[in-house]
């Protein structure tokens, strides 16, 4: 079993931490590494080697920053299916979704990398005299979760490299293996990038530091919350992108068993546990008869098991502790009076598997549609127009994404009216890289995205230059 290590100025070195704990094959609850649980020393030294590589990776020209991204991206991709399994071995991914991703997250990340080619880190404002330049940060920390810790970490660290900052990363206590080797396959200068593993006695020290100019972090609403304070009171900057409970409406006038489908994947995909997943689902009364039957029945065909086997479409939920959350809003709604139409028991057996699940008769005053679920859980809400859906989906504490099925160009309009970072019509997951979005209430903080991640990444000066006298 392998004790994994921290990367500090290019040196792999053992935590300086005393205490440890296991990663857990959430399929057969094997203990697949022993990962440092983290120490302010660790993350001190971290940023140390940070602050001295940052002042030679700023003065790299864009274009050879842009091209030794570029390259590692290329690595990122030829390697996809190793970090696959990596994912599946410590969070329960299924392979051939996890490398889907991964390749996705790459080419992704490459792209937003050759942003910087364009973006204006200097520019004239003509008939001023003034010219606004663009310099880094200097030093981020970005912090990601658990649930894809390879590409999360790659769509936040393009922008902040190429745009000239170093970073410290802590990868989830819970996945930290796909994270170590994804920094194997780094080919930068030491210190540009640097990790820290471990858990809140790494993630704390680390968004306390004042060296940190920007704290990147997806997580939590209670996490984030916390993240929040420390950054405000040090006057330092913070991205936070938090907790979802994803609307669905689905108009009258769809294909109902062809939106069942789509509806199906986003919810249940990675066994629910996307933060863009569908949590709740608002079907047109019109509609919903075919919709249900087509969404049971696509339930059934979301096979469980370990996602190393190729027929696996569900892999099990990330630990005991996530299932337990599942399992609770499952029977809360049941005990409100929700019906359970497909799935909704626990599997005996070893691993934290939960089969895709539909439940009717749900409304608000549940957690299964109030509170994050981060499982495969479809609650169906019947409504009686587009309206009522619309509104039922915009009545939310969270506001990270939201998608609307309809053939009514006026309902496709009338979309935007949920506030949400992103909102998708009639496909879920929709878009490029050029995405630009900002969680809306408890969702997060802090536009990302395309233009906005570089917007973010520096800090504009204005100089004037008056004419001699």
């Not at 210190?191 to 858990?199: F, I, P, R």
């Not at 990444?457 to 230059?465: E, F, L, Q």
């Amino acid at each position: 079993m392998k004790t994994l290590q921290n990367l500090v100025g290019g040196i792999w070195e053992d935590s300086r931490g005393d205490a440890f704990h296991d990663v857990v094959n959430p399929a057969t609850e094997e203990v697949v590494a022993r990962c440092p649980s983290g120490s302010p020393e660790d993350v001190r030294l971290a940023v140390d080697a940070a602050v001295r590589a940052q002042p030679a990776w700023a003065a790299l020209t864009v274009a050879e920053r842009v091209e030794r991204l570029s390259r590692w991206a290329d690595t990122i991709a030829a390697h996809a299916d190793e970090l696959a399994e990596l994912e599946c071995r410590e969070m329960g991914k299924p392979v051939a979704l996890g490398r889907a991703f991964i390749g996705g997250a790459a080419m992704g990340f490459k792209a937003a990398v050759a942003e910087a080619l364009e973006y204006a880190f200097e520019e004239t404002v003509d008939g001023t005299g003034t010219t606004i330049v663009r310099t880094p940060l200097g030093v981020a920390a970005v912090i990601v979760p658990w649930n894809f810790p390879v590409p999360m970490t790659l769509g936040a660290l393009g922008p902040l490299l190429a745009a000239g900052n170093t970073v410290v990363l802590k990868p989830s206590e819970r996945s930290p293996m796909s994270a170590v080797r994804l920094l194997e396959l780094m080919d930068l200068p030491p210190g540009v990038v640097n990790l820290v593993l471990g858990d809140s006695r790494a993630g704390a020290p680390l968004v306390a530091d004042e060296r940190v100019g920007l704290v990147h972090f997806t997580g939590s609403v209670e996490s984030g919350r916390k993240v929040g304070e420390r950054t405000g009171a040090l006057l330092r900057r913070s991205i936070l992108e938090l907790g979802g409970k994803d609307p669905v409406v689905v108009d009258a006038g769809v294909d109902p068993v062809a939106t069942a489908a789509a509806v199906a994947f986003g919810a249940f995909a990675n066994s629910g546990q996307i933060c863009t997943s569908m949590e709740r689902v608002y079907v047109h009364h019109d509609v919903a008869e075919p919709f249900i039957e087509a969404l049971v029945e696509a339930a059934g065909t979301y096979a469980l098991g370990d996602g190393h086997d190729a027929r696996t479409v569900l892999g099990p939920l990330v630990d005991r502790r996530q299932r337990d959350i599942v399992v609770r809003h499952v029977a809360d709604a049941v005990s409100r009076g929700a019906t359970v139409r497909a799935g909704g028991v626990v599997p005996e057996g070893k691993g934290f598997f939960y089969p895709a699940t539909v439940l009717t008769g749900v409304d608000e005053s549940m957690l299964v549609m109030t509170e994050e679920t981060f499982g495969p859980i479809a609650p169906v809400a019947v409504v009686s127009s587009f309206e009522e859906g619309l509104e039922r989906a915009s009545a939310s504490r969270f506001g990270l994404a939201a998608t609307v099925y309809t053939a009514d160009p006026a309902h496709m309009a009338a979309a935007r009216r949920i506030p949400a970072g992103v909102v998708w019509v009639n496909q879920w997951q929709g878009g490029g890289p050029e995405r630009l979005y900002e969680p809306a209430g408890d969702s997060g903080m802090g536009a990302t995205g395309s233009r906005a991640a570089y917007d973010a990444a520096t800090r504009p000066t204005s100089i004037h230059t008056a004419p001699a006298a």
